[in-house]
């Protein structure tokens, strides 16, 4: 089982940048696509940004796209999500996942205890 930890969220002013990080611990980083969502109050979990199972493609939710970019350190566990020109919208908890899929095509999802962004107008 792998533990996640996000952080790098805080209140920000529309416009600005954040880079959240999400450190993995306890199995194979490099095993698990790795991705973001967030969760805005009210509203139900959406998909952010992640990794192919295979670490080599990338893919974005059309809300952010263009503004967003997702990368991985392998080396120290632990992937990132910078976002740019930070709109009020944006403001929710961003949760780090982590999915393993087994060889019977078996879905383990693990995920973080989530950082708050706030961004205000």
């Known amino acids: 089982q792998v533990q996640l930890v996000e952080s790098g969220g805080g209140l920000v002013q529309a416009g600005g940048s954040l880079r959240l990080s999400c450190a993995a611990s306890?199995?194979?980083?490099?095993?698990?696509?790795m991705g973001w969502f967030r969760q805005a109050p009210g509203k139900e979990r959406e998909f952010v940004a992640g990794?192919?199972?295979?670490?080599?493609?990338?893919s974005y939710a059309d809300s952010v796209k263009g503004r967003v970019t997702i990368s991985r350190d392998n080396a120290k566990n632990t992937v990132y999500l910078l976002i740019d020109r930070l709109k009020p919208e944006d403001t929710a908890v961003y949760y780090c996942?982590?999915?393993?899929?087994?060889?019977?095509?078996?879905?383990?999802?693990?995920w973080g205890q989530g950082t708050q962004v706030t961004v205000s107008s």
């Open positions: 990794f192919s199972s295979s670490g080599g493609t990338t």
């Open positions: 996942r982590a999915r393993l899929i087994t060889t019977t095509a078996t879905a383990y999802d693990y």
């Open positions: 306890g199995r194979t980083f490099s095993n698990y696509a």
